[in-house]
Structures are given as structure tokens and as C-alpha cells.
């Protein structure tokens, strides 16, 4: 067996499925189901009775016993019978006659058998009585329970069976009074359906014999596993009804069974039934069998059961049950009086004459209170009772007015009589919510409550007031208990709460009867508590006034508050800084006078608009605030709000500078005691109110990822005391604080805090909080911090530490220690002996050497001098560890102590050794004088060539860090001089013009002008028409006349028409790439994008400087800047050759000086005496070299006298002329050429400065040229170059020099822009050794602002522009449909469409960007940068050795460095987050909102044109052989701009 379902939840009864299997074969199977009539009654305990007589189950209830049962009777008492029970019938039965109205059996829910008794048609259907004798007990054989029959048994008519379709068989002839008798033998018996299976012919009907009536008549129905209310009507062979005889088997001789065959009916059984088996939970013996049974009647069996023919004592039915209904009259009981309870009831008189007696139980608290109960019945039919629970006080500890008491009816202390599902009363008491008269007045009326006075007033019901007690019939006068608050302006409009007693029972009782110290106060109705509090809003005093609070109720009197209200006029005298960041975060203190008028909570402090939200702690003298972010920097006033009353502060106002911002932060180490000082350098840093370091430690495997930006806002996480350092916990990360020193605006000091320990493999991330700011030192150094274990030092006595150590003057102290210079340099460490330093000389990893004072000096602690044998201790500090180290005692004797004797003898000895050094020495010189000669010439010529690469290339980086610093001052002050982005897109878009193209006319009669814009409005409309501008492109693309600058061209021209439209552009330009990398593919795709060939290299070019314009602005721009100006620092600080182009200093061996020029610097005070100011123009100092050409110190006068003007407004250096002015009356013109230059046969030198004898200081001005110079106007110009004079030639074939005369053989010729190419390895040959030491210094000069560019370009730490994002995974993309997996070529599509395409392009060319003049010998070192950038970003490995080009030389350990991060760089953008098209829509929107201005796009439009027009008949055979083009008609709209345009004739 196995159990069908298994509940958590009690219940009632459990099925289980029974099999009975031979091997394999199922024989039989059912399905039983056990219930339990106790547990059904257990499943209701308030109404027991009936849900067992309303069970599924036919369970009979025994009213005495308190006792569910499937019993027919119970031991004594009467019994309520199951609902579905025949024993009763609803009329009396007739004892000798047939039931009237015999009962119908419910229909069954069992399939019967599929063999049937066959039935004749017309058959009739009769139904058979039994008349059972007075004294008979029928057989109670159900399955369910037990059964007994008041009535007669019919057989089911042909019309009620559900088993049969057909008219049931005829009875069988049985006489009154017969009886089927019921088996005894208890051992399996075959089902019924066993007994049908096979049908009965008419002659075995007949050859039933018919059996004598006995008492255990069997019932004619066999009830399966059915429903609750169902009893199946299954007739079974034996019983009445049936048509086979008796099981005859069972009444066969020695009663045997039959054979298998006889059982199944030779085969597998054909039924499925569920049979159902009860109990009770108890001990009681079986009262019939657990199945259907046939009891043959040879068998001498007897069950007899009492006598239930009684009708007083069974009833039927859930109605039958005694009940307790309701409660007679009101639920409501008072508290302490005592009341009795009255309940309505029926069929309580079943209890009369049973054992135990009534009480009434009420579930009060969890307790029961139990009192007696009195039961009255109405006489008979009437069944209803009244139960009378005597008087009892109640009462209970629940602060709450009413309490919900249940309620029911018990017997014999244990025995729970049925009750309705919620029987209960309702407790109440007066006195909760009632404190005082008006709200005990003001309680519901229902509960009777009145005001008892007394010696103790209180709120009861009447019956609880005793006698000698009065109940008031009118409450006393108002009490005021507390006014808050207690001051108010004295513009009023404080909300002031008075709380007491008896303050009215309703809110019209106050209404304008409150004063608060003497002035009216509005009562607020909504805000109204009766007699308790109200809230009203204070009237204007006009002056300073103070007096107590009163309310008065008519007819009751006044009452008056014990404490006054003051109004007060608070005033705002002064705040506390004045200033403060943006960013928000200053603690704002105002002085005043009465600042805490009114609640606390309605005080507001805003500084205009924004809130200042005050700080905790606040004085009536003095408020504390902290202010708000404010979008950008402003001058505010600062007003304190009470309530509706405002008060500004008259003098002065608090501003809003701009946010602080640090730009670099070191050293990068500390110790892990801490205490080491940290610089941080930036702007506006002395706005921050409370500077702060933290530190964090966090596991390395939870190291959050970079990118987070320099700076971002902070929300307080958790509040730092305000002692210099504090510490805590974050996410489960410990964090450390420490206080920092605003020292400038500059310049802030931090102190690292010590930590107590290191996780394994840790990570420490260093913030700066300044306010509401938070910088993170990741940002700001490319060296991450970290934390080194702390050091340790040895005694200056190690074997004996307590003696004092003996020092002998002139000598150095030694400490040996561990660690000592892992995060901690020598001018950090502080070495005191006593009150004296101890000047550290040296600070190795394992010793600590430092100078003592001469003298011996004092204790630091030297209070009692007196003391003779106090001796200094030498202490050392390291941040903040200090280690002590021992008493130190100076030797005492002097060199005077010595004898005169051993003086003397000492000095004749050492003169003596002294001569014969000296005799040895000139022997060895005179024999070695000439060796010694040529050691020293080479000596000289090593320590010089290793000297002058030393000093230089610190000396000229110190010049150049403080050239950079005043520049740095100077920007702060100018700013950059970037170009708009008008003029930033005309040089990137057409290089090499002087201006756009795009700036001249049309070139159009005026009468045609209308008709050809309408025709270019025409065409830009077709240019938006994808189709048509892919055709365009493809097509001009495939003419042989379409040459690599028509291709930029045209580029640059569909830029311009398309800019206003950059989603669309970006759009073609994924339609074109696609169509790129498929050529690319089946050729050889790592070429791709390498030259600019096609329309969309170029188009990709212009779209990478559109989207990244804002990111060379915002981040690359000052890195580039600071590069720029400092290569040109450094190039015209050596001599450069004016006619060559070569200088000194320089990155590339082409324009290396090969000479060794002798010059000085000259600083003069240079005028300019043009223009409206000419007079009254201050000097301007100017640093120039002495061999500087007059040109060349035009060119640097220019750049001083007009710094920070754009190159367009300066005036040509052609029609300047220089002056020198000495004196009154000395004026002489200089010039690079006049009578007195020098001329050497063919050659002419150049006049310098020193040619004419300028002394350093002389005053030189800029006058306008006496001739007149005529421009060429069909010069090649280039924005910002300049080119040297190379070719000048005089007539006379006199050619000029500068520094150096060019070699009489021809050189190679030499590019525009310096070539690394052509004749390097001859060249690199033919430089000395120290020629490469000047490229050497320049790159050693220049590596800081190098490597700054490189990592501002290739840093992920802040956002990479959305652009870059996009394309790359745009060519990751393509590379994945085309099946390109070599992450090679991926690589190099990358590096040819970013550095290559862009960045280079950027750093060769920064006069594309700022408002700069370039220069040749500045593009030359350019170019070797941007070549070594280039390396960087290539996978080819080049293997240098010494024939290699001079340049990558220079660069070859830095380019690993750089290509690792190109490579992380990559990396890191192929893991970011990719870019929706969404998004970049939404940046390419905003862009082309932004830069929307008029690049001229109707003349791109017309230039565009004449390429249609040039070839316009294979672009219009194109689009005719497009059948989408001409469904489109886009030939016919061309051929329309055609004839608007060009007035050209078509076939229109």
C-alpha cells in the first residue's frame, strides 16, 4: 500500500491504493480510505457537533459523551445522527405498516461493472418493503459508517440508478419479511463486481431458494469511494433487489472456495473500486466490517445493538446540535461593574438530566474567567434556550478603550457546547483616551461615560461613580500644561503648539479665543486634538514683546501657561568665510543675535537660492551651516528664513568661487606608521574649509576598475570626528582619515595615516577629500601608492644600550637600520641630538648618516640645567615614527691637553714625511710629465662628454621646468589658444590652403543666384538620399581622372554638406567601410586604411576629428600644448641656422648644428612703436642670442610683445623694421642684410646681433618699415610655417649664410619637413660622439611632456570618447562577419584608423588645433615624436643595432614601454561597455547642435557640383542601370538641379 497524498495541514481521513499482483500480472487493485470521526470533529473545536454530523462521513454525535462516532448508538445519552443518516425520518414511522415515503438513496459516483444483468425490455420495477418487528436491530453494514433503517429498504427504481442505462431485471419473488443474513466470516470475499460478472440466467432467479427473515438484513447498497453526500446504490448478489441468488458457493458443503478461475472469472480482473474503512480514533471494538460483506444464514450470528426506535432520543442534522447562537441585548460591558450576560441558544435541553454542569467562558488576555451558567429551555417543539452567565466584574490591562472578549458555553469543566464563529462581548473603559472632562464628555454615547469628581477625578461609566462621588455636569476651566516653542519673530507666523487639558470639546470652542503674550493667535481646525492640544499661528507684535500663552472656553473660563513666549527680532550681523567652492560643502557660521527664535526645525539658511542645511549643535549667537552645490560660480546673499519671516544679511555676501582642482600629488610612498608628508599642488585650493587624506586598504582581487575621472562629487559616507584623524569602516573596507594644512592656493600638505596592518596582496586607494570633492591620487600620479613595511633603527650602542654613546667632534654619526629608504628620502628624516640637528648627509636602505653639531648640545628637555650629568638623547624622526636611539656624551678633551713634548716631535716627523712625498712626486712627474699630458687630454675629453650630458640635461630641464611654470601662470591667466571650431575643422579638412575654399563667392550672376541656390537647396536634399550619394561616390571613385586629392576633396566637401546631419553621415560612412573591408578582404586586408585613396578614408579622417574635437580640448590639448611650447623653448634657447634650418637642439639628426657655435644670451628691452599706443608702450624684456639673424630676433620680439594675441591680428614681421635705440638721438635700423654685411666671395653672412655689437639690456624697437615689401601672391601658404631661406639667391649669384656654410656637395634634397629616410645610416656615421649628446639632452629635456601626452592619448583612467568606443567595436564587428579572426590585422585596422589617421595628424600639426607658428626645426622634432607614437602603436618588432636610424635609437627602451600601453589601451576598450547606436546618435546630435555654424556648406555644395558636372553622364547612365534609382527617380531629380544650376539643357 502506499499513501495517496500526505498533508502537512489535520485532516480527517487518508486514502491509500491496494494491488494485489501474481508476478507481474495486477490481479486486483483499489483504493481504501481511512478516516477518522474524532478528528473530524477536532477539525472545528467551536462547533464540534456539527461539522461531525455535517461530515462527509456520516459520523453520529453522542451529546453526553461529547463524542464523535461512526457508532449507531451511543453508551448512554442521545445522539445527533449524521445528516446523511436513515435512522430517523422526518415523521414518525409506522411500527407495523410500510413507510409513506420511503427515502431515496443518493446517487452513486462508481462505473459499474461492464457486465450487466440483461434487462427485457418493459420489465416493470418494483420496490419490496420490509417490515421489521419492534424488537429486530438491523444490520449496520456501512462501509462509512454506521447504518440503520427507521424505514423500509427499497430497491433503486429504474429511474434513480446511475449504473444502468436500461430498466433495472425484475425482483425476485420474495415474500414479506425476507432477509439476506450477513457473513460472518470476516476473510477476503470476492466484490460485487466479481459476484455480476457473468450473467444469471431466469432459471437460476428462480432456484433461489428463499431465506428466513433474521435481524441482519443486509442494506441493498454497497457505497464505494465516493463523495461526501453520496450513498451509492449498487445492488450486490444476496440482497434485496438482486437477481442472483445468494453467493451458493459459501453455502456449499465443508464452505469451500472456489477456484482462481472462479474468483477472476478466468482473467484479469475488469474493475477498479476504492473502498472506504473507518475508525474513530479509539479502542472501541469494530462494529461491522471493514467492507462490504454477505453473511450467508447458516451461520449463527447475532448483532445486537440498542434500541434507537426512541424519537426523543436521536435527531439528525447539523440544526439538531445544542448551540450557543448569540448574545441577548447589547455587547458592550463596562469595566469594574458587575453585569450579567445573557445568551441566546437551541437544543440545549439535550444536556438535562447529563452529567457535569454549565459555566460560562470568557477568553480574556490569554486568561479564562470562568463564572456559572444558568440554562432555561422553552417546552417542546420549541427548541430555543436562554443561558444567564452571572454577574462578574471585569476588567484589563491594554491600553485601548474597547477590548474584544470572546465567549462560549462549557459543561462539566471541559466539555465545549457549539457556538456561532465570533460569539463575543466587548469590553470598554471610560478612563482610556478620557484623561479629562472635555474628552470624557466628548466619548461616544453608547458607552454612558461620565466625569467622575471626586479625590480622584476620572472618566467612568455612571454605575462605577460611587455615591459619595458627583458626576460634573460642566468641566473646569482650561489647563495649559506646555507652549512650544517659546520664542517667535515678532513679524509672526510661528506656529505655536499649546498642549493642557479641557481645551474644548470642540474646535469652535477656541476658535479666536487664543492669545499668545497678549497678541491673537489663529487656531489651525484641521490640526485640533480635543481638550488636548491645538496649534495656532502667532500674530504680528510689532515690537520685542514677551507674556504669557491663554486660551479661553466659554462658560468654563481661562487658563494661562506657566512660561511666557517671547517675540524677538533676530539679526544677522556677519558670516564666516565669505567664500567657498562650487562643489558645496563649506561650513557656513553666522553671527547674530537671537538666531534660535522660533522651532528649531522651521530655521532655514539659503545663500540665494540654494539651501544651507544646518549642522547639528546650534547657538542662539551663532548658526552653522553647510552649503549646497551652485551650478557656477556666483556672489550670493546669505538670508535666515524663521518660519515666514526672513532676515538677510546686510553686509557683505558669500561667494561661490570655482571648485578646487589638484593636478599632481607625491611622493608616492609612505610607511606604514604613516605620517609622511604628502604635496599636493593645484588651484583654488585655499577655498577648502577641511582638507582631508584617506586611505583605504582593499583586497587586490577587489580592486575596483579604473575609469572613474579625476574628480567626482562625494556624499558623506561617514562623519569624521573633529580630531586631526579618525578611522572606520566602509562596505567592509577599513578606511583611515588624516587632517591636511592648506598652505596656498596651491599648495596643500597631508600627513599619511597609519595603518594597522596589510592584508595579503593588498590595495590602497589614497583620496583627497576637499569638502564635497574627492580627487584620487590614481589620477594624479601615474605611479600608484602603496604602503612599505615600517623602518627600523639600531641603538647607537647596540651591545649596551642604556650607556651613553661617546662621540668624538668632527666625526659623523652611523645607524644601521633596515628599510630606512624605502619611503622616506634623507631631507624627510629629522636627526635631533638633544635640542641640536643632526644634519642627515646620507640615507641608504640599510644606514643613516648625519652631521652632529660641533658643540655638545643641551637636553630638549632641559628644566633643571643644574643637573651636570644630564646628557642629550639623539632622537631620529621618520613621519611618524620616532626612535630613540641613546644618550650621546661628547668627548671632553682638547687638543691643549696634549704634551708640548709629542707636539713637537710630531711635527719634525710629519715635515720630514712631507718632504720626501714631495721629492718622490717630482721624480715621478719629470719621468712621466709627457704621459701624464696625453692622460689628461683624455681625461678631459671623457669627463667632458660625460659632464656635459649630465649638467645639460639637468640644467636645461630645470630652465625649461621653470620656463614651464611661468607658462603654466600665464595660462591660468590666458588660457590656451585654442582654435574655435570653425577654423580647427577648415584646417583639418583642407591642409595646405591659407584659408577654406569654402570662403569665397559662388561665383554667379546675380539674376541667376535664386535659381542656383534653389538648385544646391536641390541637391542637398538628393544628398540625402543614401542610394544616390553611395552611387556618387562609387562611381566617381571608378574614373581614371579622379585623382587622390579629388578623392579628399570631395570628402571634405560631402563633410561639410553633411555636418549639420552627423547621425546620416556616420550612417554612409558604415555603408562605405563595410563596402571597404569586403575589397580589402579578398585582397589583403592588413592594408586597409593604411593611405588615404579612397573618399571614405578621408571621410573617416574628418568624422574622427568631429567627434574628438571636445576630447582634444578637454584632454589633450594642455598635454600638447605644454609639448609645443616646450620644444620651442628648447630650440630657440641653442642657435638655429636661418638658411639651413639646422639647430643646436633637436630630436632630429637632419637638423642637427654639426658645429660648435660660440653665443650668449642677451635679454633686451624691446618697444613697438606702431599703432594707436605707440608712445605710451612699456618695455618688454626679450631673451635672444647674441648669433640670432635680425629676422630671428624680430620673430622673438614679436612672440613677447604680442603674447596672447591670435597670429591674425599681429601685424606682418615684413613691414616691421628693428631699431636700435641708445640714448636721446641714436636710432640705427638693423637688418639682415645691408653694406656692412660680410661678404666672402660668393658668399654674403647674414647681420646678427653680435654683428652689430648689441649689448645685453639695449632697447630695441619695432618701427614700420621705410620700403615697402610687395607679397607673392601665388606663394604656397601653409597655416603657421615658415621656411628658411635656403633658396634666396642674389642676382649677382652671391648666396647667404648664417651660422654655417653649406658644404660645396650637393646634399640629397632635403623634404619640406626633415626626412628620417634619406641617408641616415651615412649620416649617423659621420656625427661625433657629442653631437648625439645634444639629441640625448633634447630627449631627456623633453621626456616628462612626451610621456604625459602618450598618457593622456592611451589612458583609460578617464571615460574614452564615445567615438572610439563605436568605431572599434564597429571594426571588431566587421572583422566577425567577414571571418577575420587574426587579431593582427584587427590591430593594425585600429592603429590605421585612430594614431594613424588622427593622432599623428594632431601632434605633427598643432597649429591645427592652437593659434601657433610653427617652424621647420620644430615640424622635424614633431615628426620624430609622432614617428616614435607610430612605432608605439605597430606590432612590428625593429631590430636595432648600430647602423639604425638615429631617431628610434633615441626611443628604443621607451617604445616597449609605450606599446604595452597601446596594447592596454586596446584591451580596455574591447572590454568597456559597448556603445549603442542610441547613444551615439544622441552625441552625434548634440554635436552637430553644438557646432552647428557655417562652414560655408552652399559653396561645398556647388564644388560638389562641378564634379557632377564633369562627370555627369556616368553618374546619370549609373542610377538609369539602378533599378531602385529609377524608381526613385533620383536621375530625374538630378537632371532638374542640372538645368536649375548649370541652365544646362536636358531631357527633362
Known sequence: MRPQCCQEEPVDHVSVSVELRFGAVVIAKTSLSFYDCVAVAELRPSAQCQACVSSRWGCNWCVWQHLCTHKASCDTGPMVASHQSPLVSPAHPARDGPSPSPPTAPKALVTPAPNTLPVEPGAPSTATTLDISPGASPSLLSPWGPWAGSGPISSLSSTESPLHEEPSPPNPPNGPG?????????????????????????????????????????????????????????????????????????????????????????????????????????????????????????????????????????????????????????????????????????????????????????????????????????????????????????????????????????????????????????????????????????????????????????????????????????????????????????????????????????????????TVAGVPCAVVAQEYEVSSSLVCITGASGEEVAGAAAVEVLGRGRGVSEHNFAYQDPKVHSIFPTRGPRAGGTHLTLNGSKLLTGRLEDIRVVVGDQP???????????????????????????????????????????????????????????????????????????????????????????????????????????????????????????????????????????????????????????????????????????????????????????????????????????????????????????????DGPCVVKTLTRHHLYCEPPVEQPLPQHHALREALDSLPEFTVQMGNLRFSLGHVQYDGESPGAFPVAAQVGLGVGTSLLALGVIIIVLMYRRKSKQALRDYKKVQIQLENLESSVRDRCKKEFTDLMTEMTDLTSDLLGSGIPFLDYKVYAERIFFPGHRESPLHRDLGVPESRRPTVEQGLGQLSNLLNSKLFLTKFIHTLESQRTFSARDRAYVASLLTVALHGKLEYFTDILRTLLSDLVAQYVA?????????????????????????????????????????????????????????????????????????????????????????????????????????????????????????????????DPRTLDVEWRSGVAGHLILSDEDVTSEVQGLWRRLNTLQHYKVPDGATVALVPCLTKHVLRENQDYVPGERTPMLEDVDEGGIRPWHLVKPSDEPEPPRPRRGSLRGGERERAKAIPEIYLTRLLSMKGTLQKFVDDLFQVILSTSRPVPLAVKYFFDLLDEQAQQHGISDQDTIHIWKTNSLPLRFWINIIKNPQFVFDVQTSDNMDAVLLVIAQTFMDACTLADHKLGRDSPINKLLYARDIPRYKQMVERYYADIRQAVPASDQEMNSVLAELSWNYSGDLGARVALHELYKYINKYYDQIITALEEDGTAQKMQLGYRLQQIAAAVENKVTDL
Not at 295 to 324: I, M
Not at 337 to 361: A, K, M, S, T, W
Not at 674 to 684: L, M, T, Y
Open 178 to 514: 425476507t432477509t439476506v443474513p450477513a457473513p460472518t466470516d470476516f476473510r477476503p470475499t470476492a466484490t460485487p463486481e466479481d459476484l455480476l460478472a457473468s450473467p444469471l440466467s431466469p432459471s437460476e432467479v428462480a432456484a433461489v431458494p428463499p431465506a428466513d427473515p433474521g435481524p441482519e438484513a443486509l442494506p441493498p447498497t454497497v457505497p464505494l469511494d465516493l463523495p461526501p453526500a453520496t450513498v451509492p446504490a449498487t445492488t450486490f448478489p444476496g440482497a434485496m433487489g438482486s437477481v442472483k441468488p445468494a453467493l451458493d458457493w459459501l453455502t456449499r458443503e465443508g464452505s469451500e472456495l472456489p477456484e482462481a478461475d472462479e474468483w477472476t472469472g478466468g482473467d484479469a480482473p475488469a474493475f477498479s473500486t476504492s473502498t472506504l474503512l473507518s475508525g474513530d480514533g479509539d479502542s472501541a471494538e469494530l462494529e461491522g466490517p471493514p467492507a462490504p460483506l454477505i453473511l450467508p444464514s447458516s451461520l449463527d450470528y447475532q448483532y445486537d445493538t440498542p434500541g434507537l426506535w426512541e424519537l426523543e432520543e436521536v435527531t439528525s442534522g447539523a440544526s439538531s446540535c445544542p448551540c450557543v447562537e448569540s448574545v441577548q441585548g447589547s455587547t458592550l460591558m463596562p469595566v469594574h461593574v458587575e453585569r450579567e450576560i445573557r445568551l441566546l441558544g437551541r437544543n440545549l435541553h439535550l444536556f438535562q438530566d447529563g452529567p457535569g454542569e454549565n459555566e460560562c467562558v470568557m477568553e480574556l488576555e490569554g486568561l479564562e474567567v470562568v463564572v456559572e451558567a444558568r440554562v432555561e429551555c422553552e417546552p417542546p417543539p420549541d427548541t430555543q434556550c436562554h443561558v444567564t452567565c452571572q454577574q462578574h466584574q471585569l476588567s484589563y490591562e491594554a491600553l485601548q478603550p474597547e477590548l474584544r472578549v470572546g465567549l462560549f458555553l462549557r459543561r462539566a469543566g471541559r466539555l465545549r457546547v457549539d457556538s456561532a464563529e465570533g460569539l463575543h462581548v466587548v469590553l470598554y473603559d471610560c478612563s482610556v483616551g478620557h484623561g479629562d472632562c472635555s474628552r470624557c464628555q466628548t466619548a461616544m454615547p453608547q458607552y454612558g461615560c461620565v466625569w467622575c469628581e471626586g479625590e480622584r477625578p476620572r472618566c467612568v461609566t455612571r454605575e462605577a461613580c460611587g455615591e459619595a462621588e458627583a458626576v460634573a455636569t460642566q468641566c473646569p476651566a482650561p489647563l495649559i500644561h506646555s507652549v512650544e516653542p517659546l520664542t517667535g519673530p515678532v513679524d509672526g507666523g510661528t506656529r505655536v503648539t499649546i498642549r493642557g487639558s479641557n481645551l474644548g470639546q470642540h474646535v469652535q470652542d477656541v476658535l479666536g479665543m487664543v
Open 612 to 834: 544651507c542645511h544646518l549642522l547639528p549643535g546650534q547657538q542662539s549667537e551663532q548658526l552653522r551651516c553647510e552649503t549646497s552645490p551652485c551650478p557656477a560660480p556666483a556672489t550670493l546673499p546669505v538670508a535666515v528664513w524663521f518660519g515666514a519671516t526672513e532676515r538677510r544679511l546686510q553686509r557683505g555676501q558669500f561667494k561661490y568661487t570655482f571648485d578646487p582642482n589638484i593636478t599632481s600629488a607625491g611622493p608616492t610612498k609612505s610607511f606604514l606608521s604613516g605620517g609622511r608628508e604628502i604635496s599636493v599642488r593645484g588651484q583654488n585650493l585655499d577655498v577648502v574649509q577641511t582638507p582631508r587624506i584617506r586611505v583605504t586598504v582593499v583586497s587586490r582581487m577587489l580592486q575596483p576598475s579604473q575609469g572613474l575621472g579625476r574628480r567626482r562629487r562625494v556624499v558623506p559616507e561617514t562623519a569624521c570626528s573633529l580630531g586631526p584623524s579618525c578611522s572606520g569602516q566602509h562596505a567592509g573596507h577599513p578606511w583611515f582619515e588624516e587632517l591636511c594644512h592648506v598652505n596656498s592656493s596651491q599648495l596643500i600638505t597631508c600627513r599619511t595615516p597609519a595603518l594597522p596592518g596589510l592584508p595579503e596582496d593588498p590595495w590602497v586607494r589614497v583620496e583627497f577629500i576637499l569638502d564635497n570633492l574627492i580627487f584620487d591620487f590614481a589620477t594624479l600620479n601615474p605611479t600608484p601608492f602603496s604602503y612599505e613595511a615600517d623602518p627600523t633603527l639600531q641603538p647607537l650602542n647596540p651591545e649596551d644600550p642604556t650607556m651613553p654613546f661617546r662621540h668624538k667632534p668632527g666625526s659623523v654619526f652611523s645607524v644601521e637600520g633596515e628599510n630606512l629608504d624605502l619611503a622616506m628620502s634623507k631631507e624627510e628624516v629629522v636627526a635631533m641630538i638633544g
Open 1083 to 1211: 585582397k589583403n586586408p592588413k592594408l586597409m586604411l593604411r593611405r588615404t585613396e579612397t573618399v571614405v578614408e578621408k571621410l573617416l579622417t574628418n568624422w574622427m576629428s568631429i567627434c574628438l574635437y571636445t576630447f582634444v580640448r578637454d584632454s589633450v590639448g594642455e598635454p600638447l600644448y605644454m609639448l609645443f611650447r616646450g620644444i620651442k623653448h628648447q630650440v630657440d634657447k641653442g642657435p638655429v641656422d636661418s638658411v639651413t634650418g639646422k639647430a643646436k637642439y633637436t630630436l632630429n639628426d637632419n637638423r642637427l648644428l654639426r658645429e660648435d657655435v660660440e653665443y650668449r644670451p642677451l635679454t633686451l628691452n624691446a618697444l613697438l612703436a606702431v599703432g594707436p599706443e605707440a608712445g605710451e608702450a612699456q618695455g618688454v624684456p626679450v631673451k635672444v642670442l647674441d648669433c640670432d639673424t635680425i629676422s630671428q630676433a624680430k620673430e622673438k620680439m614679436l612672440d613677447q610683445l604680442y603674447k596672447g594675441v591670435s597670429l591674425t591680428q599681429r601685424p
